[in-house]
């Protein structure tokens, strides 16, 4: 048990290590990644199940019992996480066996990988403020790497802008940890959701977690700090693009999600501005989409926008809006994750990602044209697809606390992401190739990558006809946010479990 | 001593911003740095600074005035990782200066503002726009 607990991180890791000895090795080290996020795919799914039988594997680093040691807990939202994580790393893993171009750079791409999703599993599994902030620098040197990779003016540029507003926001994290430790004298959050929660904290301490939610907010790309995203996110490579719009921003939306249900788990003062700023999220990143003419710029503002939903459920507070939140993220990162990876084939084929340059996709691949028409519809909400039941669960939820603007704005979202998906749509698959049907190119280089779009759709529909259950997932996960017991069993009883 | 500690924190984060807030893009890098140096200061004054000795705990000894040992670990940890990130920051920086004659953060944005080049989409060419790059190289000697 404790060896499955921290083996979310172990098998990235190795796979790193492994990769990094193999480096003249082109062919190995990509088996190698494969069979490396494969692994972690099963232990996601393995930990799913446990956690669907209600079992939380809770684990003390190191011998040091709780708060004092490091204390690693999976319950269903970790789970659930480290499995989508896997899951996502594999399509990325498999869309980057193309062979053309330099052939160290896609190597390189192999290695790197892993060290991303080894912070990012870190950062889901872990009980402790501090050892969250580790877990953001490792993710964030593995991105940094990731978004350069191939270099070229314009990425390098790109980079640039990432680099430091990742940074800064990884600064603020620090610093609140710094604070929140000297005002309450722990970094473990079951101790610290204790404090809060028995109404001792503090006034120094619930600024300090408002400062942490501010570096959470940057990294979550919400409004008003959503500036560094679609100023980066299309300049690196696609499986690249695709990983940082399926993962990064989610981390960023995990971390508020675990924090904010830890510490105030009643509608308060934070949840009204909270509100605000999803609703704000919503609106803002939509209309900027819509003044988009780039198929991974208008998907760039999209990802803002979703993030908004998530905000969204979280701000409500009640167990059903948790519940939709947690759907929306499960939901989000596969169809996100996808459209990216849709995208970049779209581009490969039709030699540009311009909309003005794009077109005839419909009469020589409609195959793509229908898998990307199952992540668009299901990113603006059509029934019966996986987006039409988060967004439901989210329209109830505020209405049932009386947001009736709230829902106005996640419903106008709704409307407008379909006005953005449509111009896609006509752009990139109806509308005639401007240069005529020979310039579309059709080739059998990117079979990997038909690969993995079409598992990520089969995903989508799945989520959407079998939504009852993983509906029931998520209730019982914001469940288990509401009451967090094996949180705070780890600080009352030590050596538990 | 801690107010010490909180003044030339206060003091190094607001130079920090200052220069963070600069269009100069080597400016922005330090200004980084040096915000990273004042937040270190303050995680590491966030343990009070009571104690005059090493925590150390042996067999036969237990200090009878330790230092708080928390801090001090994690600020270690902060140091090594925001070196190695500097590191990687100054890398990125040498390399649009360089290659690429970019040193404003107005440039920057201009640049990834640009329409997508036509490339082979796989292809992760790396010298795609060595074209270009001389007229950069132009506005910066003048």
New interface residues.
């Given amino acids: 048990m404790k060896a499955l607990a921290v083996a979310p991180v172990f098998i990235p890791l190795i796979t790193l290590l492994i990769g990094i000895m193999l480096r003249p090795y082109h062919q190995q080290v990509k088996v190698v990644s494969l069979v490396g996020a494969a692994l972690l795919t099963l232990v996601g799914i393995r930990l799913v199940a446990l956690a669907n039988a209600d079992v939380v594997l809770a684990v003390q680093l190191g011998g040091w019992e709780a708060p004092y040691g490091i204390t690693v807990i999976i319950d269903r939202l970790s789970a659930a996480m480290v499995a989508i994580t896997g899951i996502i790393g594999l399509a990325a893993a498999l869309y980057g066996l193309v062979r053309e171009g330099n052939p160290d750079v896609l190597r390189n791409f192999h290695i790197f990988l892993h060290g991303l999703l080894a912070g990012v599993c870190g950062a889901f599994i872990t009980g402790d403020v501090f050892n969250l902030y580790v877990w953001f620098e490792v993710l964030l040197i593995g991105s940094f790497a990731l978004i350069a990779l191939g270099g070229g003016r314009r990425r390098l540029s790109g980079t640039m802008t990432y680099v430091v507003l990742n940074l800064l926001a990884t600064l603020v994290f620090l610093l609140s940890a710094g604070l929140i430790y000297s005002s309450t004298g722990t970094l473990n959050m079951g101790e610290l959701g204790l404090i809060f929660r028995a109404g001792e904290a503090p006034p120094a301490a619930t600024l300090a977690v408002v400062m942490m939610l501010v570096s959470f907010a940057i990294k979550a790309a919400l409004f008003p700090v959503f500036g560094w995203l679609p100023a980066s996110y299309h300049v690196a490579w696609t499986p690249v693009s695709a990983l940082f719009a399926g993962l990064l921003t989610k981390v960023g939306v995990y971390a508020m999600i675990r924090i904010v249900t830890l510490v105030w788990p009643e509608y308060g003062q934070a949840h009204e501005v909270l509100l605000w700023v999803a609703c704000a999220t919503m609106l803002v990143g939509v209309l900027g989409a819509a003044a988009q003419n780039e198929v991974r710029r208008i998907l760039s503002f999209h990802i803002v926008s979703q993030v908004g939903y998530m905000i969204l459920g979280l701000a409500l507070a009640s167990p059903l809006a948790i519940a939709g939140a947690v759907f929306y993220l499960i939901h989000h990162i596969v169809v996100k994750a996808n459209l990216f990876f849709i995208g970049g084939i779209a581009a490969r084929m039709t030699g540009s990602e311009r909309l003005a340059a794009m077109g005839g996709l419909y009469a020589k691949a409609p195959w793509l044209a229908i898998l990307f028409a199952i992540p668009a519809l299901s990113l603006a909400g059509i029934p019966p697809l996986s987006g039409f039941w988060a967004k439901f669960v989210l329209v109830k939820a505020s209405l049932a606390d009386g947001f009736w603007w709230a829902a106005g704005v996640a419903l106008l979202t709704g409307i407008f992401t379909l006005l953005s998906m449509s111009k896609i749509w006509n752009e990139t698959f109806l509308k005639a190739h401007p240069q005529g049907e020979k310039a579309i190119r059709i080739d059998d280089e990117m079979r990997w990558g038909w690969w993995a779009i079409s598992g990520l759709a089969a995903m989508t529909v799945l989520i959407g006809i079998g939504a009852g259950p993983v509906m029931e997932y998520a209730i019982a996960a914001a469940g288990q946010l509401a009451d967090p017991v094996v949180y705070f069993q780890a600080i009352t009883h030590p050596g538990g479990r | 001593m801690e107010w010490l500690a909180a003044l030339t924190a206060g003091g190094l984060a607001g130079i920090g911003m200052w220069l963070?807030l600069d269009r100069n893009?080597i400016r922005?890098?330090l200004g980084?740095a040096i915000?990273?140096n004042a937040?270190?200061l303050?995680?590491l004054?966030?343990?009070?600074f009571a104690g005059s000795e090493a925590a150390f705990v042996t067999a036969t000894t237990v200090p009878a005035d330790p230092a708080n040992a928390?801090?001090q670990a994690?600020v270690l940890?902060?140091i090594v990782?925001g070196f190695?990130?500097f590191a990687?920051?100054l890398a990125?920086?040498k390399?649009?200066r360089e290659?690429?004659g970019?040193t404003t953060t107005d440039?920057?944005?201009e640049?990834?503002?640009?329409?997508?080049?036509?490339i082979?989409?796989?292809?992760?060419?790396?010298?795609?726009?060595d074209a270009?790059?001389h007229h950069d190289a132009e506005e910066v000697r003048q």
Avoid: K, M, W, Y
């Fill in positions: 963070l893009l922005v890098v980084v915000l990273g937040i270190n303050g995680v004054a966030s343990g009070r928390l801090p994690l940890t902060a990782i190695g990130l990687f920051a990125v920086l390399s649009v290659s690429h970019v440039r920057v944005t640049i990834t503002e640009e329409p997508a080049p036509d082979e989409e796989v292809g992760l060419q790396i010298h795609q726009d270009d790059h």
